[in-house]
């Protein structure tokens, strides 16, 4: 993993982040935020994965099914934001569509990602912060802005 300040201006700053052969995209994003202190990001990227793994909220059991990807495919387009969780520690929550050499789409929850060639991430650091507060008729940490 890389990564270079490319902008910061009036406490907000914006970062390029970029993802090698063989990196786990949510695993670097977290190491990221824990080391730069993130409590108030958003984040895109394009680029490819070897594999991955999504998921799909399923709102009657309040849980995760996963949504595995065995194949090559192309990073259409990852997009999510970085908040404090209730733990104290950011709180990672990204969604991607992934297409297929076949031009299927498949969308979720992202969980793993194994970046292939690469994955360019451009992420901007807000001068403020959110924090993530557990809602149990929802079965999940949600942004709370009350906090």
């Not at 793994?53 to 595995?68: G, R």
């Not at 733990?87 to 050499?101: F, K």
Request: charged share 20%.
């Amino acid at each position: 993993m890389q990564s270079k300040l490319i902008h910061d201006a009036d406490g907000a700053q914006t970062y390029a982040i970029i993802l090698d052969l063989g990196d786990e995209v949510m695993s670097c994003l977290e190491t990221f935020a824990t080391q730069k202190g993130l409590n108030a990001a958003s984040f895109k990227a394009i680029g490819a994965f070897e594999k991955a793994t999504l998921a799909f909220f399923d709102w009657q059991e309040k849980s995760y099914f996963k949504i595995n990807v065995g194949e090559q495919v192309e990073v259409a387009s990852l997009t999510g934001d970085i908040a404090m969780g209730p733990d104290g520690n950011p709180a990672v929550h990204a969604h991607a569509v992934l297409g297929t050499s076949d031009g299927r789409a498949i969308a979720g929850h992202v969980t793993s990602g194994i970046v292939r060639p690469t994955l360019e991430i451009i992420l901007t650091e807000a001068p403020t912060y959110l924090r993530k507060r557990f809602n149990p008729d929802v079965g999940l940490a949600l942004i709370d802005t009350a906090l």
